[in-house]
């Protein structure tokens, strides 16, 4: 059976696409869940209109994300945690403390976006990237101090 996806399939290809599949994976699958519709003149047409609408929100997704990420890089984050005398901290700054401190600075970031391989147990500044959109990439400084205790 032929179809056109409507988005993009795994292993099997892109939006706007006219592929050959197996009919029950057509009907049990594809079909159901609107992932593809069949070959004919006005769907190609529907499809054509739905591409030329992502490219549309594409675009102006990654500008909002490039502005961002410009935003970002000029905003250091200070966080504070208690260490040890050999700057040490007593736990760790995760990717959600950073996403924390972001909203707190005024800017929407989801801590799965921060691209953090092993949690920060030093004091000292760091470089964290924030992964925005698909190509675009910011770098956030991150200070972590030492928390000053209170009498």
């Known amino acids: 059976m032929e179809l056109i996806l409507r988005q993009d399939v795994s292993n099997l290809g892109r939006r706007g696409e006219v592929v050959r599949v197996s009919d029950g994976y057509a009907r049990n699958f594809l079909l159901p869940r609107k992932l593809a519709m069949s070959v004919s003149e006005g769907n190609k047409k529907v499809v054509a209109q739905e591409k030329a609408a992502a490219v549309k929100r594409e675009v102006h997704e990654k500008s909002e994300a490039e502005q961002l990420a410009a935003l ?39 801590r799965r976006k921060i691209s953090l391989d092993d949690p920060i147990k030093q004091i000292g500044e760091f470089q964290v990237p924030v992964r925005l959109y698909k190509d675009v990439i910011a770098t956030v400084t991150v200070h972590v101090v030492q928390e000053q205790e209170q009498a």
């Not at 040490?88 to 005024?106: M, P």
């Open 72 to 110: 970002i890089a000029q905003a250091p984050v200070t966080i504070a945690r208690k260490a040890g005398e050999t700057g040490t901290l007593f736990g760790s700054v995760t990717s959600s403390d950073v996403a924390e401190a972001l909203h707190h600075k005024g800017y929407e970031v989801d």
